[in-house]
């Protein structure tokens, strides 16, 4: 019963199963990296590097978090990520709290801890100079410091700056800005198989150290190795290493993230016009898309963008544009239309309900995007608040974001979790779907037709074929596509559904 609108997360399938304690060979003399911070991009740089046949120490100064790790606890909903811990957890990569040890036994030191908004828009760096600062007391042989987190220009200089201000010379450390890319949900496999790997240095000497790390990725021989994570890449296409300047490097990751928000608002404008003119932003989507230089990803319209990552970068990326004197304004319209698509989903389901007070809703998606359990950002959580201020009742489920939603919006009278879409729809008014979680795509469509109080589906993520919903007795509003309605039987009213 699914349409082909789900995200497509077939790069992330296994060629072999993973083998619990396979270990991969070590492809090369392994290289000794530490990675300060064990979020998302730590960990999932930490344990694929170690995949890869590095010695890897991960740091974190939160110690139940290390404890966790050394005990094989992931953290985060993550593919792939609970076998490769398993693969080479305290083995390939330890972790620790000690920066000071892992700098002195480490030959590369990537810094990866959050670099979160401040309320300028600003990403605030505290993080990332205390770390430098740690890092410099026990320098005291040459190393490689490498920003993996996403920061704005001018941050390599400023790492520089703060570890001689601490009295390190100049020639024991360089600093390289390597940008991560990987997405959640799909972060190991994305990080094995990247499009591209981008290194910015200004010295040759701490590039060949880079390029000794990616060399079983860049070389091939990663995807040789028989127990390897599947992706795009192969030993005949092994993915490409971009050496660029530093500050290349670190606008790199800022513009990336800012064009795909951008890429994002923009369909999300057009699905508005869609609206208006009753035409289906899926086939404008497609025209445009098959067009090589506009190409069909990142081109899907829903409730906005969300997460960790581009709501920060796109305001961090407008703030150093405009301390830098640069006019960005376009980032700001960006913004504005992202903001506007959850009001304009909120007017939708008034459109279908037209009172809210006292309205019985379920919710299908909590996270911010499906196959991940992060609510950071997430539109889905907005809009629930948003329902919940308009006075509605709501029994909300995701796969896999519960716990963590139930932290901010703890059950209460207007709010309760549900076990499943099912027991999350029934007796509903209507079913929201809010989050593109591949199972809300494949949904019994007759059950739940039944389940719900009225077969009323507003989709914010335009999982099913409008056609297909008609069929099924649904009254379906999506995002850029015209409204379905059920077709009644002329005599009798009742709707007219698959198999009736
Ligand atoms: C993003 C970047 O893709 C990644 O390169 C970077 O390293 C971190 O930020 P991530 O935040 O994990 O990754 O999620 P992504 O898959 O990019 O989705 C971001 C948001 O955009 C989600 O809320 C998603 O639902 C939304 N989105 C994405 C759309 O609304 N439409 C799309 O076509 C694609």
């Known amino acids: 019963m699914s349409s082909n609108n789900v995200p497509d997360y077939s790069n992330s399938r296994i060629r072999s199963a993973v083998q619990p304690n396979a270990s991969t060979p070590s492809l090369r003399e392994p290289v000794s990296i530490a990675v300060v911070g064990s979020g998302y991009v730590g960990l999932v740089a930490a344990v694929c590097f170690a995949e890869m046949g590095h010695d890897v120490i991960c740091v974190d100064n939160d110690e139940s978090k ?36 892992a ?111 990616y060399a079983p990725l860049t070389s091939g021989a990663y995807y040789e190795s028989p ?22 490097s670190e606008i790199i990751k ?22 208006a003119t009753d035409a289906n932003v899926e086939q404008v989507a497609r025209g445009m898309g098959l067009d090589r230089r506009i190409g069909t990803r990142f081109l899907r319209p829903g409730i906005g963008y969300g997460g960790s990552c581009f709501p920060k970068d796109v305001a961090a990326f407008r703030s150093v544009a405009e301390q830098l ?45 499906g196959e991940t359990d992060d609510i950071r950002e997430s539109p889905a959580i907005e809009l629930v608040q948003m329902l919940l201020g308009e006075g509605c009742t709501i029994r909300a489920y995701d796969p896999a974001a519960i716990s963590r939603t139930q932290q901010i919006l703890p059950a209460s009278a207007g709010l309760a979790y ?57 009254t379906y509003l999506s995002v850029g596509r015209p409204a379905a309605y059920p077709v009644r039987d002329a005599v009798t009213n009742a709707a007219v559904t698959v198999g009736s």
């Open 66 to 101: 290390v404890k966790a790790l050394q005990g094989g606890d992931t953290l985060i909903h993550e593919t792939y990520l609970p076998e490769l811990l398993n693969r080479h957890g305290n083995r390939r990569v330890r972790f620790m709290t000690d920066l000071a040890e």
């Open 103 to 213: 700098t002195r036994e480490c030959k590369a030191i990537f810094i990866a801890v959050g670099t979160p908004q401040s309320e300028t828009g600003d990403a605030d760096l505290s993080y990332v100079e205390a770390v430098a600062s740690e890092i410099a007391r026990s320098l005291t042989t040459y190393k490689v410091i490498v920003e993996k987190s996403t920061v704005p220009v001018y941050t390599n200089e400023w790492i520089r700056r703060v570890i001689e201000r601490n009295g390190v010379a100049r020639e024991l450390f360089d600093v390289v800005s390597n940008p991560e890319f990987l997405r959640e949900g799909t972060a190991v496999a994305d990080f094995l198989h990247p499009d591209r790997i981008v290194v910015g240095s200004d010295t040759p000497r701490a590039a060949a150290v880079l390029a000794e790390i």
């Open 227 to 248: 127990n390897a994570i599947s992706g795009v890449c192969s030993v005949e296409t092994p993915p490409p290493l971009l050496n660029t300047s530093t500050k290349s």
């Open 254 to 275: 800022h513009a990336s993230n800012a064009f795909l928000a951008l890429k994002i608002s923009f369909i999300n404008a057009v699905a508005n016009l869609c609206e």
């Open 325 to 369: 004197g640069t006019d960005f304004s376009l980032l700001t319209e960006v913004e504005k239309i992202n903001a506007t698509q959850k009001k304009r989903f909120l007017g939708k389901v008034r459109s279908a309900l037209w009172t809210l007070r006292g309205k019985k809703l379920a919710v299908l998606g909590l996270a911010f995007k």
């Open 418 to 474: 549900a076990e499943d879409s099912y027991a999350a729809a029934a007796d509903a008014d209507a079913l929201l779907i809010l989050t593109d979680w591949k199972e809300f795509s494949e949904l019994d469509l007759h059950r739940l037709n039944k389940t719900l109080r009225y077969p009323i589906i507003i989709d914010g993520r335009n999982l099913y074929d409008p056609h297909v919903m008609q069929q099924h007795g649904f």
